[in-house]
């Protein structure tokens, strides 16, 4: 029994980390939203599987080798011999913010993700099933990945979903947001940024949409993040705030996988079930998360950036918060 399994993408980040002669220089990190969630979990000690297709490449061994090496179970992913593994170039402002530019099409491995790619008892045997929106934005994996999500809700799992939004890889903004909406009433747990929730929602006012969120669309604890201004949640018509840790940002690449991941990593540890959480509890995950999200963005990467417990709980206790 899994307590988390994620589906969906897992590429190569190339990172900027300098330059030689005038020309920038990349590192290659493995990355992929989901899969950073799933190594996170891992790595701070719940058992997670990722499910997805990587090239039998270079680059799809180092994925499969930063899964393996942060404890996460690689069983589930797909090394193809007919495809390449998607590669995204990462380019940071002064303050560590990114943005993506991906090679990503029918050529690549995750786009052609195949229901027959999964094993069908995978579906029975996690707590949580957790999908982000770029495995959505095109066939064959938009189909493999929403019939996986309804099967993992029949059997009993709670849907955790964050769209990680990433408008170039979408045919138009209005499929993106029809999309994303539509699946919200499918998801028990989920997270977005500031920028998400204005994409969805417009200038409704938040606390109008925490209501919307928790009571038209049913999820149990939605979340909404905002950098350097902490992050919110709704749950059962109960608002929560909480600050961001104060720490020298390079690269937020991972940030909001890793923040998310401790959320879910602190609900788990609760023992409970997730409409059944104290305020207490939410309260907890959400510093907890904010301390977690804001280690990784001190370090290059987001796979290779997680830290550990006893780095967590130090800025915790430190009280260094903006």
Known sequence: MYDFVSIGEMLIDFTPCGS??????YQQNPGGAPANVACVMARLGRRA????????????????????????????????????????????????NRDFSFYRNHTTADVNLLPEDIDPELYG?????????????????RSTVLQAVKRASDAGA????????RAS?????????????????????LKLSDEEERFLFGDLPEDQVGQKLCG?????????????????AFAGGRRFDSPAYDVEAIDTTG???AFWAGVLLRLLETGRPT????????????????????????????????????????????????
């Open 158 to 165: 709670v849907i955790s979903f964050d769209p990680n939004l």
């Open 275 to 322: 409409d059944q959480l104290q305020d207490g509890e939410i309260r907890d995950a959400l510093r907890f998360a904010n301390a977690l999200g804001g280690l990784v963005t001190t370090r290059r990467g987001a796979i290779a950036a997680i830290p550990e417990r006893e780095e967590i709980e130090a800025l915790m206790a430190s009280g260094k918060t903006l």
């Open 255 to 257: 940030a909001g996988d």
């Open 49 to 96: 599987a990722f499910v997805g297709k990587v090239g039998r490449d270079s680059f799809g061994m180092a994925c499969k080798a930063a899964l393996e090496a942060a404890g996460c179970d690689s069983s589930h992913l797909v090394l193809s011999g007919a495809y390449g593994t998607t590669l995204a170039f990462v380019t940071l402002s002064p303050d560590g």
């Open 169 to 189: 890889l979408w045919p138009s903004p209005e499929e993106a947001r029809e999309t994303i909406l539509a699946l919200l009433p499918l998801c028990g747990l």
């Open 216 to 232: 038209e669309y049913g999820i149990r604890l939605a979340v909404i993040t905002r950098g350097k201004d902490g992050c919110t």
């Open 20 to 25: 030689g002669e005038g020309t920038p220089l």
């Open 125 to 141: 045997r996690t707590r949580l099933f957790h999908f982000g929106s770029v495995s959505l934005t095109c066939e064959p994996c």
